[in-house]
């Protein structure tokens, strides 16, 4: 069993960087795709940004178009730590951020952090 945990959440201003980290434990080698999500209050969880594992190395970064361009996905195999790293960060970035692993089996997320929380002020 997988089980990410996300940190690196906080309040900061408009314009701001922030760096999330998620660290996955457990049977890392199922895990195909790692995803971020976000979720603003009232509204649905969205898709953020997503990377394959090929080796030991992400592959075919994928990326919101409202975040593309501000925001970079990263990996550390060694580490088993997955990171986004957030810049320019706006307002409507306002949400909890969770990492989730797809699994090579299901071909679906079913790993999922318990979330952090970001804040942008205006």
């Known amino acids: 069993q997988v089980q990410p945990v996300e940190s690196g959440g906080g309040l900061v201003q408009a314009g701001d960087s922030l760096r999330l980290s998620c660290v996955v434990s457990?049977?890392?080698?199922?895990?195909?795709?790692m995803g971020w999500f976000r979720q603003a209050p009232g509204k649905e969880r969205e898709f953020v940004a997503s990377?394959?594992?090929?080796?030991?190395?992400?592959?075919?970064?994928e990326y919101a178009d409202s975040v593309r361009g501000r925001f970079t996905l990263s990996g550390d195999n060694a580490k088993k730590t997955v990171y986004l790293q957030m810049n320019s960060l706006k307002p409507e970035d306002t949400a909890v951020y969770y990492c989730?692993?797809?699994?090579?089996?299901?071909?679906?997320?079913?790993?999922w952090g318990q979330g952090t929380q970001v804040t942008v002020s205006s």
């Open positions: 457990g049977r890392t080698f199922s895990t195909s795709v």
């Open positions: 989730a692993a797809k699994s090579r089996l299901t071909g679906e997320y079913d790993a």
């Open positions: 990377s394959r594992w090929v080796l030991s190395s992400l592959v075919d970064r």
